[in-house]
């Protein structure tokens, strides 16, 4: 029997300081909140039992212990009130079949106890073997039961960690869950099922406040407007990379500006908005001021948008100031590489850059989700246009977000309702973001490809209707093209076998009781029989395949590697002993070709896609942090990022202009 390493007891030990205990509110803390990121602990209930236990042990202290002495946790209280709490399936049953042996155990060792060794007979030995016999049997059989028992345990305990690394029931991680949660006086901050943003900005107001300060640029003075003056795209800021200003109409009034500030001693490089106070229509000044809060209320995330920095108000204008970083978005860079690498360029996805912008953008994502109480007009248009690319590729921005004012519950659903809305809003545009890099198709045909449904239907029906329609369709056989992606199922609807022109046509030759038979396999151009890229699937295939009362038929398979596969359905009466000739069979040239991405990747974007349908195990954006998958890159797989990039689309923006340095 493989010995059992208790997960909860690695978690138990490390925040424990003596490895005996868990003593006092803080070493609680620490044991919990691993627990809840190792993925161990999933849903409200086990929240509330763990909140349950510690209470409990606080009470105790108090009753039993003078008031100021310290709560303790013994590793063996933990373990023996949880599994009062929540029993495991048959494991009353192994107790009690291990207290049986013991039971007889104890009764033969008294026996032995009364027995004289030197007068043992014949049957007294045999009754001896006999009990010894049936203890070894029964000690075997209880060993392989616990043992299975075990690995179910041990099998379900991991199910349910993999599962909660791609829902909410993990805690955030570290980059995204914010000082609410290390901050706070009880260990229920940390159990929150859906980010509450509101919530968040409520409680960290003083710790905003001072990260914006601290960042804050004085004394700024433009370098140069950077607003197109001429042509169709007169009014566009041309390297508003960002999207400051997208969202005004009257673009001719509100300027953007190059400039520079004073932050520490030091200048750096800025962009400002310059809002005038008279000419610009009072929606237009609002929007403004709501975009610079919104990216204020973010002053805490570390990889984001860029710094809001600073608000000047000299009168006439109000100038909205933000960290100035050069950038490119995903769309522009992918759109610039296959203009001049081809048009099917896109990455890979074990590339060094597909791996370090996949987690870049779902860090910025998630920070803004968990930390923005602003309502984002747009969440349900994110996607490649909103990547920004800086720093060699090493470093990413979220731009172009359409802010609006602080969410108001009184206006709207209860706030969890509003941003787990957002929230799946944001996983659906993570998925067009990963599509964006790994594929040149668009957008509806790149989520068919990676999010494949499990079946495809093949309606040979509608084709057999229109060779029907086709006066010479009779005098050549029945062929038709088809595709599946490795892994999905293919329903080939059939029609009666009485509408096919060839059976009609063909004046008795195929039989009186002419029928559908099982599928015929086989490689294009080989033989038939093994080695075959599909499988028939459908089961109580004798000769032929039933009929419904229209007598329609149908056969699934099943596509299992990549080829070509020859798919040949007679029809002809069984009563025959051989086909009559080929004019009597269907024929589908099935393409099976290999999946765009890997199975575990297929799985995150069919998560963000169907988020919004979920009612339990919500898949999250800090969730998915903590999948393994979204693992961050070591240093020397930053290199590898930035050669990529520099081979991909180091010329595109060269071409584009270079930049200046940022804040940071």
Aim: charged fraction near 20%; hydrophobic fraction near 40%.
């Amino acid at each position: 029997m493989t010995d059992f390493a208790d997960p909860f007891l690695s978690h138990f030990l490390q925040a424990s300081s003596d490895g005996k205990y868990l003593a006092g509110e803080d070493e609680w803390k620490d044991f919990f909140g691993s627990v809840l990121s190792s993925g161990l602990c999933t849903g409200p209930s086990a929240y509330r039992a763990f909140e349950t236990i510690w209470l409990e042990s606080l009470a105790s202290s108090r009753a039993f212990s003078e008031e100021s002495s310290t709560p303790r946790l013994s590793f063996d209280s933990l373990k023996s009130r949880i599994l009062e709490m929540h029993p495991v399936k048959d494991a009353q049953e192994a107790l009690s079949a291990a207290s049986a042996i013991n039971l007889q155990a104890q009764n033969l060792t008294s026996l032995l106890n009364n027995w004289d060794p030197s007068k043992l007979d014949e049957d007294k030995c045999r009754q001896l073997l006999s009990v010894l016999y049936g203890l070894e049997k029964e000690h075997l059989q209880q060993t392989a039961e616990c043992a299975a028992l075990t690995k179910e345990v041990a099998d379900k305990m991991e199910s349910t960690r993999l599962l909660s690394l791609t829902s909410s029931n993990s805690n955030s991680s570290s980059s995204s869950s914010g000082p609410a949660h290390a901050d706070s006086g009880s260990a229920a901050a940390s159990s929150t099922t859906l980010a509450n943003p509101l919530m968040f900005y409520k409680q960290n107001i003083a710790l905003i406040e001072k990260a914006a300060l601290k960042h804050k640029v004085r004394y700024t003075s433009p370098s140069g407007a950077v607003t197109v003056t001429r042509g169709a795209d007169r009014g566009r800021a041309a390297v508003d990379v960002y999207g400051f200003g997208q969202t005004f109409t009257d673009t001719n009034n509100i300027s953007v500006h190059r400039g520079q500030g004073s932050l520490k001693g030091k200048l750096v490089d800025v962009v400002s908005l310059v809002v005038p106070k008279t000419k610009v229509s009072p929606a237009a000044v609002a929007a403004a001021w709501s975009g610079y809060s919104a990216t204020k209320s973010l002053a805490l995330a570390s990889a984001c948008v860029p710094r809001a920095v600073g608000v000047e108000d000299d009168g006439d204008d109000i100038s909205y100031h933000y960290e100035w970083i050069p950038a490119r978005s995903l769309s522009s860079l992918m759109y610039d590489a296959r203009i001049r690498k081809g048009g099917d360029f896109c990455l890979g996805e074990n590339s060094a850059l597909f791996r370090h912008w996949s987690r870049e953008v779902l860090v910025a994502l998630n920070q803004l989700h968990s930390q923005c109480p602003h309502v984002l007009l747009n969440a349900h248009d994110v996607g490649p246009s909103n990547f920004m690319v800086a720093r060699q590729g090493t470093s990413a921005r979220l731009g172009r977000l359409l802010w609006g004012n602080v969410y108001d519950p009184a206006a709207g659903p209860p706030p969890r309702a509003f941003f787990r809305e957002r929230e799946c809003a944001l996983l659906r545009g993570f998925g067009r973001i990963m599509r964006g890099m790994l594929s040149f198709e668009k957008e509806e045909d790149a989520l068919g490809a990676f999010v494949p449904d499990a079946s495809k239907t093949f309606d040979a029906r509608k084709m057999v209707a229109a060779e029907a329609a086709d006066a010479d369709s009779a005098s050549a056989p029945l062929v038709f093209p088809a595709t599946v992606l490795v892994g999905q199922r293919l329903l080939v609807k059939l029609p009666p076998v009485g509408s096919l022109k060839q059976v009609r046509d063909d004046t008795g030759a195929l039989g009186p009781r002419c029928a559908w038979h099982k599928p015929v396999l086989g490689k294009v151009g080989g033989e038939s029989g093994s080695g075959v890229c599909m499988q028939v699937l459908s089961q109580n295939i004798t000769t032929t395949l039933e009929v419904d009362a229209r007598g329609n038929a149908s056969v699934v398979l099943f596509a299992s590697r990549a080829g070509l596969c020859d798919i040949q359905i007679p029809f002809y009466d069984p009563a025959l002993k051989d086909v009559p000739n080929a004019m009597c069979t269907l024929t589908i040239a099935c393409e099976v070709t290999p999946a765009p991405c890997s199975n575990g990747l297929s799985a995150v974007m069919r998560a963000c896609r169907d988020s919004g349908n979920e009612t339990e195990n919500f898949t999250t954006l800090s969730g998915l942090l903590d999948h393994k998958y979204f693992e961050e890159l070591g240093v020397g797989d930053l290199e590898n990022v930035m050669s990529a990039y520099e081979a991909y689309f180091a010329e595109g923006v060269k071409a584009s202009g270079g930049g200046s340095t940022s804040i940071l």
